[in-house]
């Protein structure tokens, strides 16, 4: 999966407009890519077999840019959905005075199974 594929997925979570688009979007790439490179570190401490493909991996996961975002995930499909509700987390927990999308922060944080 790549970092675009597994942004149209977030998008989708958080009832973002226009899918696969820049268009009319709450959360930029940029912010996206910040949080997803948030979930990448997590990950690394919480889940470090989301990153063992062939061989060991002992290097933490390169840095995403917007350069490299169709290009393939250095996790393991299995854990995309982690990585998924751990930048939705980020996402929501951003509107700090609206109790719903902090409930829903805390939801999408606990299904992340990361440490925030």
Request: with cysteine; hydrophobic share 40%.
């Amino acid at each position: 999966m790549t970092s675009n594929e597994l942004f149209s997925r977030v998008r989708r979570q958080l009832s973002d407009t226009q899918p696969n688009t820049d268009i009319d979007e709450r959360w930029t790439v940029t912010i996206r890519i910040l949080y997803l490179n948030d979930a990448l570190n997590a990950m690394w401490v919480s889940f470090p077999e989301a990153f063992f493909e062939d061989e060991i991996i002992t290097d933490p996961p390169a840095v995403v840019t917007s350069a490299t975002l169709d290009e393939q995930l250095v996790i393991s499909n299995r854990y995309t959905a982690n990585a998924m509700h751990f930048i939705c987390g980020r996402c929501l927990s951003e509107d700090s005075e609206d109790a719903n999308n902090q409930a829903l922060a805390v939801a999408h944080y606990t299904q992340s199974g990361m440490d925030i």
